[in-house]
């Protein structure tokens, strides 16, 4: 049984940091994609970050516009995990992040931001960024 576990969420000043961590148990991801959504109150799912590798130990990663610059993610094989660098928070930041797993990778960046094709979710986390 697959499961996902976020952690490092909770509540931080606007322009402040935070990492959160997914943790995969059950199904190694090392060559499959991982990444991130968001859901803030009385709004839908979003896509915030994902990443899929390349060639070795290359990489894409993709984002959201409005995180651009600010978001980076990261993966681990080593420890099935993948994290979300989160630098220059805004109150606009504000969610429960979700971590996401594909069982297959793709080329567009557009597949990724698809929820559908998200085939393992985890619990979710808070964030919340005070102004």
């Known amino acids: 049984q697959v499961q996902l576990v976020e952690s490092g969420g909770g509540l931080v000043q606007a322009g402040g940091s935070l990492r959160l961590s997914c943790a995969a148990s059950?199904?190694?991801?090392?060559?499959?994609?991982m990444g991130w959504f968001r859901q803030a109150p009385g709004k839908e799912r979003e896509f915030v970050a994902a990443h899929r590798w390349n060639n070795g130990n290359t990489y894409y990663a993709y984002y959201t516009e409005s995180v651009k610059g600010r978001f980076t993610i990261s993966r681990d094989n080593a420890k099935n995990t993948v994290y979300l660098h989160m630098n220059s928070l805004k109150p606009e930041d504000t969610a429960v992040y979700y971590c996401?797993?594909?069982?297959?990778?793709?080329?567009?960046?557009?597949?990724?931001?698809?929820?559908?094709?998200?085939?393992?979710w985890g619990q979710g986390t808070q964030v919340t960024v005070s102004s």
């Open positions: 059950g199904r190694t991801f090392s060559k499959d994609a």
């Open positions: 996401a797993a594909y069982t297959k990778s793709e080329r567009y960046d557009s597949w990724y931001r698809t929820i559908r094709n998200v085939d393992f």
